[in-house]
Structures are given as C-alpha cells and as structure tokens.
C-alpha cells in the first residue's frame, strides 16, 4: 500500500493522487493508498531554520500513521522536504522514495550534464541539496527566484495556478535553452504552459 504524505502542499498531494489513480487505471489495478496531512506552514518553519533533525522527527510521525493504516512505502510528494531525506530515512518506520535520487538518476540516464532549476528557494539555492551530482545547475537570477518560489509556493498550496497577469510571467523568465541548457524550445515552452497557463516569449 501506497503511504502519501500530504499537505506538502495540498496541490503536490493532489498531483500525485490524480497521476497514481490514472496509472493504476491504466494497467486495471485498484489502488491502495492511504494518506495524512501535514501542514506546509511548519514544514517551511523548519525549512527556513535548516533545523533537518526536526523537520525528520515531524514527517517521521506521520510515515508511523501510515504504517499502522497499512502503508508499506511513503511518498513526499514534494521537493522542499526532502531536505532531511537522509536523517528521515534514518528513523522512518517505512520505506520513503528519495525524490532527489530518482530525478538525478533520471538526468544521468538522458546524459544531460546542464539544467535548469525551478522551484522554492530552498531547493533552488542549495542546487536540490546537492544531490545532482555531475550536473552543472543553472539557477534563476534573484527577481526570478522569488518569483518563482511564490507562485510554487502558491500553486503546492492551493492545488491552483496563481492569479496573475501573463506579463508578470513572461517578464521574468528566461526560457532554459537560452541559457545553454540540456532541453529544447519545445519543452520548455510546454513546462510553462502547463504549470502556469503562459508561453514565455
């Protein structure tokens, strides 16, 4: 059974959900999933203070209700906490999926040696926690990173994109092949359509 912590934000959680059902769907498996709720506001605090002791007993708890509904893996299903990975995995009752692994073995096996970075400040200013590694990181210059940490922040929370107007976008961001990286003008034009409804220019 599939453990889900969620809340991380409500938005990611809600991803992960409708991604997990239409897999399951796909190959005509019912699901088996179980899933709490964490509050972001504290997993941030923790994030904030860079405290990964705390931030791993906090998530630990929760993996131990999942455990005891029947879970036996957990899934973060978001990037900002995978701050305490290590220590979390140290105490965890269950299994937990290293998000940050997956995506690094993923570029290692595209070969892709330069990438862009996006997400919440926390990720992006510590290069994923330097867990990519052999990868060089392009990351957002200050307006785009605040940028971008808000609207993230904003999306996790409410599962929505955020109310702005296309310009506030297409201002700040520089699509990634202008900047050298390992991806297309296709693909980069389609992360930004899909995740905040825009085109940048």
Known sequence: MIGLLGGLGVGAAIH???????AHDDARRP??????HASITRVTNYASLGDRTGL????????????????TIGVLPAVTPHLCIDELTAIAPIPVIDLTRVVSDHLRERKLSKVALWGTRFVVESDMYGRLEGVEVVRPRAPELMFVHDAYTQLAQSGRRPVRGEDDYTR????EYELGCDIGERRSR???QRRFGV???
């Open 190 to 192: 389609e992360f930004w």
């Open 16 to 22: 992960y959900y409708r991604e997990l059902a239409a």
């Open 31 to 36: 699901m088996q999933l179980a899933m709490v």
């Open 199 to 201: 085109t940048p220019d």
């Open 56 to 71: 791993a007993t906090y998530l630990a708890g929760f993996l131990a209700q999942l455990k005891a509904a029947g879970a």
């Open 172 to 175: 700040f961001i520089r699509p």
